[in-house]
């Protein structure tokens, strides 16, 4: 049956409607935020999926260019593979939402949310994670929601709610938070250097408002939604556990204690081993393989029991380590002879070599999408190979985790760019992860800035990043252990990946994870100090001392720019009919030449030379020619009456033969020939805009 439910978002009109398409659907809404329309349908498997350990949650946020009146380019005119901000948002959605499924749960579940038409004002993408909570708590499908989310952001000092385009465009501050009614389970963030009082303060902000949907959606759910279907459970078999653990707990607590994470691995190996061979002694080699599954199940949860256990109860980690203490850190720089820019940033088993490249404005990155952003300047790639983690897998391109972690780091050195006034280059950063044993993102936000630096990118401040992560106390929420720079195993069984990037002075942007129900203020506060302190660590102790500043000078590789500003109207001549001139000019001396609408003119070259003869040539061809000045010029063409002159840029100027001497002249070939270069005075120039000049003028007297 068709419902329709209202209510204020932000001080605008949301509604939410279900029961009037996509009927096959275990779940449907349609969002209206003012001119704004998502539509979400959920579906779920009636069976588990066979063969997997984890829930198989897959969220789509489909772009649709009709949504703002655009014809997709290309041959096929349609939508293809999703932009990069379309894999982003699909994370955004999918994270507040996971930890809320049954953890036994393991029936496909499918989140498709489609964007209709967009109203800038409005955004689609909190929007889409509004309707995927609400057609999950409507569904039949086991779901412990609802979540809602906002977007956040800081104008004149002040904290917006789901700020309109105009204020973003002025905003230092772009958040994404996701709650519940109780807790805050998702953060994303880019930020210019906001503090962390202020960004906790802009989280409460949100929340507010997100308590609000979040109460809304529960009454739409208490009205019309269905009761939750009853599925196959994948708890791990308690009495399989019970043995496991009563033989095998301390040889496990002492196995995961290795400091090599290598090491670390084999003991497990071996002693998921033994305790196959135990079970096939014990009981036979068909109930073996009958319990194989909850075998498997047992060892990774006394894995993970042994880990939470020791960090909780004892405050050791499984390398040593203290609580907040940072692995091992080096870095090193130009370290690639021929690049723009280079280092590699090493902490712990954590090892990333970024690359920095720099290039013509026209380079930079063209965004075909239903945003107002039409391009971007700096791009920041993240490759994650197999053999970063030991692995043998042929690569398949960058997935949603890797576009995830460069748009992570990309965000965190947004704010400490040069302008492109400034800085007139397009910039390319790309991560490639060596080796991964925790927080590669951050590792690569570190990496990057020495690079940056290494290029003689004039960055305003450095940026550095590191995580931080928690073990809970099930059994009491307030019991808690945040622990400094997680590795694997600790993220793998911990609660949270709570990563922080920034500089000295503030934060530039964050990325946090959960897997549990969600996290306290008193938590987010703790992580914001513990993030501050070790970036500063990082920074004064480690970066600044490879590298205090950036270079002094561009890599001799990387491109020179030459810069001149001309007058709009006069972009035409430069270029020329069918670029015929702008052509010749690069033709002749080997440049390259952008020109943006407001006339900045950017000639990139190599040979410092060549790229000062092109831009005498613009200067040529925007000159103003004024009476009374001097110009160099060259004799294109002789008449019997005197010389046409060029005084640059293909301007002529009639020199008539009693201009030029003093002394009579019976023929211009007597004194001048085709292509000789002359001084000249600009003695007059008519209302057709025909310019007269004398040598005459010039002549000591």
Known sequence: MYKKYETKFAGRDLSIETGKIAELANGNVIVRYGETVVMVNVTASKEPREGIDF??????????????????????????KPADKAILTSRAIDRPLRPLFPKDFRNDVVVVATVLSVEQDNSPEICAMVGASCALSISDIPFGGPTAAVNVGYIDNEIIVNPTS???????????????????????????????????????????????????IKQIKDEVGKAKFEYTSFATNKEVYNEIEEKFKDRMYKDVQALDKEVRDENISKLTEEINNYYIEKYGEEVALERKRDIADSIHDLEKACVRE??????????????????????????????????????????????????????????????????????????????????ARPSRGPGRREVGHGALAEKALVPVLPSKEDFPYAIRVVSEILSSNGSTSQASICGST?????????????????????????????????????????????????????????????????????????????????????????????????????????????????????KPEKIKDVIGSGGKTINKIIAETGVKIDISEEGQVCIYTENPEEGNRALQ????????????????????????????????????????????????IEKVEDVLALGDEIQVKVTEIDNQGKVAVSMKDLEVR
């Open 166 to 216: 105009k204020q973003r465009e002025n905003s230092k501050l772009t958040l994404t938070v996701a709650g519940t009614l109780e807790k805050i389970t998702m953060i994303e963030a880019g930020a210019d250097e906001i503090p962390n009082e202020l960004m906790l303060e802009a989280i409460k902000k949100g929340h507010e408002e997100i308590k609000k949907i979040c109460e809304f």
């Open 617 to 664: 040539m613009v200067e040529d061809i925007v000159r103003e020619i004024e009476i009374g000045m001097i110009y160099t010029a060259k004799v294109v063409r002789i008449a019997a009456f005197g010389a046409f002159v060029d005084l640059g840029g293909g301007k002529e100027a009639l020199l008539h033969i009693s201009k030029i001497s003093s002394k009579r």
């Open 450 to 566: 020495l690079a940056l630096m290494d290029a003689g990118v004039p960055i305003k401040k450095p940026v550095a990043g590191i995580s931080t992560g928690l073990v809970t106390n099930k059994e009491n929420p307030e019991d808690y252990i945040m622990i400094t720079d997680i590795q694997g195993i600790e993220d793998f069984f911990g609660d949270m990946d709570f990563k922080v990037g920034g500089t000295k002075d503030g934060i530039t942007a964050i990325q946090v994870d959960i897997k549990n129900d969600g996290l306290t203020y008193e938590i987010i506060s703790e992580a914001f100090e513990r993030t501050k302190k070790a970036r500063d660590y990082i920074l004064d102790e480690i970066m600044l001392k490879q590298l205090e500043a950036p270079r002094d000078d561009l890599s001799k590789y990387a491109p020179r720019i030459i810069t001149i500003t001309i």
């Open 310 to 391: 020791m960090i909780l109860k004892e405050h050791k980690r499984p390398d040593g380590r203290k609580i907040d203490e940072i692995r091992p850190l080096s870095c090193e720089v130009g370290v690639l002879p021929r690049v723009h820019g280079s280092a590699i940033f090493t902490r712990g088993q954590t090892q990333v070599m970024s690359i920095a490249t720099l290039g013509m404005i026209s380079e930079e990155q063209v965004l075909d999408g239903i945003d107002e952003e039409t391009s971007k300047r700096y791009m920041h790639h993240y490759n994650f190979p197999s053999y970063s983690v030991g692995e």
């Open 55 to 80: 829930f198989p949650l897959s969220v789509d946020y489909e772009e649709k260019l009709y949504a703002v009146g655009k014809i997709p380019g290309g041959f096929l005119k349609r939508e293809g």
